[in-house]
Each structure stands twice: as structure tokens, then as C-alpha cells.
């Protein structure tokens, strides 16, 4: 536990001058009892209203005290609790591959399926937005609270040619941060992002350490057009956005055809690990549509729950406004006065 105002703890050392103050006013009170004239109604007294009870109360508003110092100090804790996540980006692979059936009914449709049901699961406070790609990426429905709008940009999907995860990425990021110049445009074959001069005036952050928003990558992970994967995954990373990547399909892949053409499409998993593991984010593998839904489910909770410090003062501010109210009542019940 660390404090944000540690030098409120020498209100501390005022404790044991409270406590010094309060055994003088006993002595005192001792003395007085002295003039008493008959020492039997003093043994009574002491015993009946002045016994061990006596010290409850005051080492109760002791600890209060105690507790309110601390409070004072701002302490911060490691817990866990709801993330500050706002913004959750769905990118989602259209290309041709998608109509692979190694998942049932095929990839696109259970994919789908599982972003509708994921979709389902997230607080009201939350936008969504989405980004389909194939060999270019676009922004199918911006980041909103209307869950409609979202699941209608889903069901517009339209399987194209080729796959572009890393303009899926930078696309992504460029919804996130519209003031930033990225643009696909900037990191396609010859071009010098160094030109770009927001992209030259940006300075790296910690990876993972952007809490405001997050990106779903689902695809078959295999790029045949556009900027690299893990380039545009270091850009995330270097933003601080955490890349969640879902694998689509089987290992061994499947056979496919389309317009007189066919072609062996299988998942690429190395690739999606890589951009996961470069942003702090992790990768998931979906064998079928039961198992995308479980991993939608699985992100919603590592999403909304997160471990971090945070101050928790008010946690000691009502301990103390306990111990307050448990010393009154204490004094009430045995002393029928308050301290």
C-alpha cells in the first residue's frame, strides 16, 4: 500500500498524547474520589459504572482516530475493479476466406453470430464500434452506444478479396485517435511515415497502459495484401491499446472455391500470438461456434474487471464512522452518556 499525502501521518504522534491525556483525567478523577466519605459507596461505584467498561469507549474512539489519519493520508491499494474501458473496436475479416466452413455454418457466419452475442453482454456505457476488412479496411459503423446500429453494420458484411489485418489495426487506431494522422495510406509500400509529422511528434506510452478503449481483432490470420501485421501492431502498442486477437478456422485449414478459383486457406495462429503478445493484449483460438461465444464471454469479463491501484480512502473514512457510532452507542448503553 502506498499513500498520495504521506506527511499526514504525524497527525499520528497526536495518539499518544491523547492517550497520556486521557490517563491524567483518570488520575484526577481518582484523586477527587478520595474525599469521599464513605469508601463503600466509593468500592460501589467503581465497581457498578467504572470497571473495565469504562476504557471501551475511549480506545474505540481511539482506533477511529486512528483510522481517520489514515484516510487523511489517501491511501492506494492494488484491487480489482470495473475497468474504464469506453470504447471497444470489433475488427472483422470479410475476405473471401471467411466462407470457409471448418466452422459451422462457415467462419463469417459464426463469427457474426459470436460479435452479436459478445455485443449482448456489454454495459450500456460502452461504445462499440466496428471496422470490416478484406484488402482494405473501413469503418462499417463508428464507435456507439446503439447496440441496433452496431449488429446492422455486422449483417451488412459483404465477403471481398484479400485480407489486410494490419490496415484492420491502424484503421482501428485511427478511430481511436482521429487527430493523430494515421492513415493506411502512411505505411503501404514505400511510403515514409517519418513525413507524416503527427505521426513524427507522437511519443510512445507503455504498452496495455491505454484504459479508455480496446481492440478485437478476429480473423483467420492470414495478411496477403496491405501493411504488415505486427508493424501496425507496434503502432497499438506504442499507443497503448491492447489488441485481443481471435483465430478463426482449424489448423489444417480448408479447401475453398469461388468465381472458378480455389484455394487452401488455413489459420494462421503465430501471427495473431505476435500482435497480442506486442500489445499486452492475448490471443484466443476458436476450433468452432461454441467456442467463439465462450471467448466473447471470456473478453467481456477480462475486459470489465481489471487489477489496479487505485485510492481507497474512502474504505477508512467509514471504518472510522463506524468505530465513532460503536463508541457513542457503547457509552450510551453502559454509561447512559456519550464519553
Given at each position: 500500500m502506498s499513500f498520495l499525502w504521506p506527511e499526514a501521518y504525524w497527525l499520528l504522534f497526536?495518539?499518544?498524547l491523547l492517550v497520556a491525556l486521557y490517563i491524567f483525567l483518570l488520575s484526577r478523577k481518582k484523586k477527587i474520589a478520595v474525599r469521599y466519605a464513605s469508601l463503600g459507596l466509593l468500592k460501589e461505584a467503581m465497581s457498578a459504572r467504572q470497571g473495565w467498561r469504562r476504557h471501551v469507549p475511549p480506545l474505540v474512539m481511539l482506533g477511529a482516530l486512528a483510522l481517520m489519519v489514515v484516510a487523511v493520508s489517501r491511501p492506494q491499494a492494488v484491487v480489482t475493479l470495473p475497468s474504464q474501458n469506453e470504447i471497444v473496436i470489433l475488427a472483422m475479416d470479410v475476405s473471401g476466406s471467411m466462407r470457409a466452413t471448418d466452422v459451422e455454418p462457415n467462419r463469417l457466419v459464426a463469427a457474426q453470430n459470436a460479435a452479436k452475442a459478445f455485443i449482448a453482454l456489454q454495459p450500456?456505457?460502452?461504445?462499440?464500434?466496428?471496422?470490416?476488412?478484406?484488402?482494405t479496411a473501413t469503418v462499417a459503423q463508428a464507435p456507439t452506444r446503439n447496440r441496433e446500429d452496431v449488429i446492422a453494420a455486422i449483417d451488412r458484411f459483404q465477403l471481398q478479396r484479400a485480407t489486410a489485418i494490419g490496415s484492420a489495426i491502424i484503421v482501428s487506431l485511427a478511430t481511436l485517435f482521429p487527430d493523430q494522422g494515421l492513415d493506411v495510406a502512411s505505411f503501404s509500400y514505400g511510403a515514409d511515415p517519418r513525413k507524416n509529422p503527427k505521426l513524427a511528434a507522437h511519443k510512445p506510452?507503455?504498452?496495455?497502459?491505454y484504459q479508455s478503449a480496446v481492440i478485437i481483432l478476429l480473423t483467420d490470420g492470414q495478411r496477403t495484401t496491405g501493411p504488415d501485421s505486427l508493424m501496425a501492431a507496434r503502432l497499438a502498442a506504442e499507443r497503448g491499446v491492447r489488441v485481443y486477437t481471435v483465430g478463426v478456422g482449424t489448423p489444417e485449414g480448408k479447401t475453398i472455391g469461388f468465381e472458378g478459383w480455389s484455394m487452401h486457406v488455413r489459420l494462421d495462429e503465430e501471427t495473431l500470438r505476435g500482435i497480442a503478445d506486442l500489445t499486452r493484449g492475448e490471443y484466443f483460438y476458436a476450433g468452432n461456434a461454441g467456442d467463439l461465444k465462450k471467448i466473447y464471454?471470456?473478453?467481456r469479463s477480462r475486459m470489465v474487471m481489471e487489477t489496479k491501484k487505485t485510492e481507497v480512502t474512502a474504505f477508512f473514512a467509514a471504518g472510522a464512522a463506524v468505530l465513532v457510532l460503536l463508541s457513542g452507542l457503547l457509552s450510551l448503553l453502559w454509561f447512559n452518556r456519550i464519553l
Open positions: 497526536a495518539l499518544p450500456d456505457n460502452v461504445r462499440i464500434g466496428v471496422v470490416a476488412f478484406a484488402g506510452v507503455l504498452p496495455g497502459s464471454e471470456s473478453l
